[in-house]
């Protein structure tokens, strides 16, 4: 059974700094790639960043410079470090692994940023 499970969200106000982890179960984690999405109240799911079973990572445009895509293939965990936050980024933040036509998501974690 195919389980990733997500943690680390919670309140913080504007500036502040978060990390997001998302642990994973019953898939070979190291050739997966990995990706954290967020959807905020009332938009569609937006894609975030994402990086590749070699560790590529890719961002985006409004999160480069700010967030931080890693993966710790030892613990079968993806992470999302998320610095210098804004009210835009109030979000429910969802991993997933993807390999070829198959993809598997997280159960989402809250990310209010308000003072």
């Known amino acids: 059974q195919v389980q990733l499970v997500g943690s680390g969200g919670g309140l913080v106000q504007p500036g502040g700094s978060l990390r997001l982890s998302c642990a994973a179960s019953?898939?070979?984690?190291?050739?997966?790639?990995m990706g954290w999405y967020r959807q905020a109240p009332g938009k569609q799911r937006e894609w975030v960043a994402g990086i590749g079973g070699g560790g590529t990572t890719n961002y985006a445009d409004s999160v480069k410079g700010r967030f931080t895509i890693s993966r710790d293939n030892a613990k079968n965990t993806v992470y999302l470090q998320m610095n210098s936050l804004k009210s835009e980024d109030t979000a429910v933040y969802y991993c997933v692994g993807s390999l070829g036509a198959n993809a598997y998501w997280g159960q989402g974690t809250q990310v209010p940023v308000s003072s």
């Open positions: 019953g898939i070979m984690f190291s050739i997966y790639d």
